[in-house]
């Protein structure tokens, strides 16, 4: 059974900084594009983030450009968010998702597998 496990969540105080982890098994991670969507409470789903296969195209949401950096490591079959400058309006549950393609979609049934999530709170 295919599995995307988000972690490294937490809480931080703004401006801070957060590194996400999504580890993932039993599919074949380095053919597959990789992204960040993010869920505010009680809110829909936001698109955040995109990594091609081999890292070469990386493409970001406006309310995160500058300020997050996308990655993976296609040997470890892990991807990465790196978190800088956090705001509270970052707070959200944070789920790494995989698809064959390009997309940038709030649309769970877009993607081909999805985590379970993990929470990233931002407050003083």
């Known amino acids: 059974q295919v599995q995307l496990v988000e972690s490294g969540g937490g809480l931080v105080q703004p401006g801070g900084s957060l590194r996400l982890s999504c580890a993932a098994s039993r599919f074949t991670f380095s053919t597959y594009w990789m992204y960040w969507v993010r869920q505010a409470p009680g809110k829909g789903l936001e698109w955040v983030s995109g990594i091609s296969t081999g890292s070469s195209d990386t493409e970001y949401a406006d309310s995160v450009k500058g300020r997050f950096t996308v990655s993976r490591d296609n040997a470890k079959k892990t991807l990465y968010l790196q978190m800088n400058s956090l705001k509270s309006e970052d707070t959200a549950v944070y789920f790494c998702?995989?698809?064959?393609?390009?997309?940038?979609?709030?649309?769970?049934?877009?993607?081909?597998?999805w985590g379970q999530g993990t929470q990233v709170t931002v407050s003083s």
């Open positions: 998702a995989a698809k064959k393609t390009y997309i940038r979609s709030d649309v769970k049934r877009n993607y081909a597998y």
